[in-house]
T-cell receptor, first 115, second 112 residues
């Protein structure tokens, strides 16, 4: 299984809502990532988990709250978002072992619209 | 500050010819460079990588060249096929870590 799955595919939420994005992989990867991608822009790193511990937080606002309950799952909890948070949210995973390029396997993304 | 730049938003190539996608970077601390391909409604897919200590890596129709003195890399696709039409992202990994920085992407059109 070389797939990263993300649910939901699309999400529309109001600024007062609480929602969660989910990501799952069964490749045995121990590093998992959240990226945000706006239209015609590159993916921007938000968070990295390594062995279920938060390794990188790229100064993301606290209205985004990541969670890694186990080695296969990654969640992104959303609360009190702003319209400018509307974007494609990509999850990725990679082997965290040393000496490699850490090529990442990406899911198809969740298209988020904040009204 | 864009550390990884892809200055050509799009490129059009005839089927069977060579496609050359370019990428420039500014940070000398990058230790690996990667190319990803992205089709609409899908996440990016890893294509090929190169270590900063190499100048060439080849995988089938795909070859990446690295010119460290010029801080420039390029992806060559030979021969180009219509199925190669996609957005190609150049990415660079910071030394030893998880942080990967992406360029803005180049949309490749391969005409049959």
């Amino acid at each position: 299984d070389t797939e990263v799955t993300q649910t939901p595919k699309h999400l529309v939420m109001g600024m007062t809502n609480k929602k969660s994005l989910k990501c799952e992989q069964h490749m045995g990867h121990r590093a998992m990532y959240w990226y945000k991608q706006k239209a015609k822009k590159p993916p921007e790193l938000m968070f990295v988990y390594s062995y279920e511990k938060l390794s990188i937080n790229e100064s993301v606002p606290s209205r985004f709250s990541p969670e890694c309950p186990n080695s296969s799952l990654l969640n992104l909890h959303l609360h009190a978002l702003q319209p400018e948070d509307s974007a494609l949210y990509l999850c990725a995973s990679s082997l965290p072992s040393s000496g490699g390029a850490y090529e990442q396997f990406f899911g198809p993304g969740t298209r988020l619209t904040v009204l | 500050d864009q550390q990884v730049k892809q200055n050509s938003p799009s490129l059009s190539v005839q089927e069977g010819r060579i496609s050359i996608l370019n990428c420039d970077y500014t940070n000398s601390m990058f230790d690996y460079f990667l190319w990803y391909k992205k089709y609409p409604a899908e996440g990016p897919t890893f294509l090929i990588s190169i270590s900063s200590i190499k100048d060439k890596n080849e995988d089938g129709r795909f070859t990446v060249f690295l010119n460290k003195s010029a801080k420039h890399l390029s992806l060559h696709i030979v021969p180009s096929q219509p199925g190669d039409s996609a957005v190609y992202f150049c990415a660079a990994r910071l030394d030893g870590g998880f942080k990967t920085i992406f360029g803005a992407g180049t949309r490749l059109f391969v005409k049959a």
